[in-house]
């Protein structure tokens, strides 16, 4: 077990929800990064965040948004939920900054399907 | 763009086999590299890591891989596969020049090992 713990682990929402998924970071970290893993393919960096502030973003629309609370947990947040956007997705939580030699520890993840 | 190539999508060995996975990666900069493992049904763990100096790094389980900085390469290796070694490999390097990891992983290996 890593101590990084995702909520829910499975859901399904209909196209054009919102949904909300939830991550606790593990004890002493405050990063959390947010990844995209569609089915037969590597996870893709979503955005981080640091200290409650967005810390980098990958190529995901703005509909894909974020928020880190003082306990360092955080949320990811989709509008306007797309067939496409069916994936498990997995939160990471590291000690930043470490000039990314922290080791990131992933959660179980929340498959998300949309139908 | 950054990016990670993994060259094989599905290696089927038999027990006692010797392994190597093939991970290309196209980043301009210092790079840190990893491969991760997913047991099924479980998450991501670190299976080793490369930051600097030597570059044959070794890892958990018996694994170990090369940076080849003239080749782009990182490829993972191990002597003699077990069948508890089933499992998807990813391949990824750091992208985050500042705090904590930003990573980009490859498509995956999809790794079973016949008794």
């Known amino acids: 077990e890593t101590g990084v713990t995702q909520s829910p682990t499975h859901l399904i929402k209909t196209r054009g929800q919102q949904v909300t998924l939830r991550c606790s970071s593990q004890?002493?970290?405050?990063?959390v990064s947010w990844y995209q893993q569609a089915l037969g393919q590597g996870p893709q960096f979503i955005f981080q965040?640091?200290?409650?502030?967005?810390?980098g973003r990958g190529n995901f629309p703005p509909r894909f948004s974020g928020l880190q609370f003082p306990n360092y947990s955080s949320e990811l947040n989709v509008n306007a939920l797309e067939l496409d956007d069916s994936a498990l997705y997995l939160c990471?939580?590291?000690?930043?900054?470490?000039?990314?030699?922290?080791?990131?520890?992933f959660g179980q993840g929340t498959r998300l399907t949309v139908v | 763009a950054q990016s990670v190539s993994q060259h094989n999508h599905h290696v089927i060995l038999s027990e006692a086999a010797s392994l190597e996975l093939g991970c290309n990666y196209s980043?301009?900069?210092?790079?840190?590299l990893f491969w991760y493992v997913q047991y099924p049904g479980q998450h991501l763990q670190l299976l080793l890591k490369?930051?600097?100096?030597?570059?044959l790094v070794k890892g958990i389980k018996g694994f170990e891989a090369e940076f080849i900085k003239s080749k782009f390469s990182f490829n993972l290796r191990k002597p003699s596969v077990q069948w508890s070694d089933t499992a998807e490999y990813f391949c990824?390097?750091?992208?985050?020049?500042?705090?904590?990891?930003?990573?980009?992983f490859g498509q995956g290996t999809r790794l079973t090992i016949n008794p």
């Open positions: 990471a939580s590291s000690l930043g900054p470490g000039q990314g030699r922290n080791e990131a520890f």
């Open positions: 004890s002493g970290h405050n990063t």
């Open positions: 965040y640091y200290r409650e502030e967005e810390n």
């Open positions: 980043y301009g900069g210092t790079v840190n």
């Open positions: 490369y930051f600097s100096g030597d570059p």
């Open positions: 990824a390097v750091n992208v985050g020049s500042q705090g904590a990891q930003k990573l980009v």
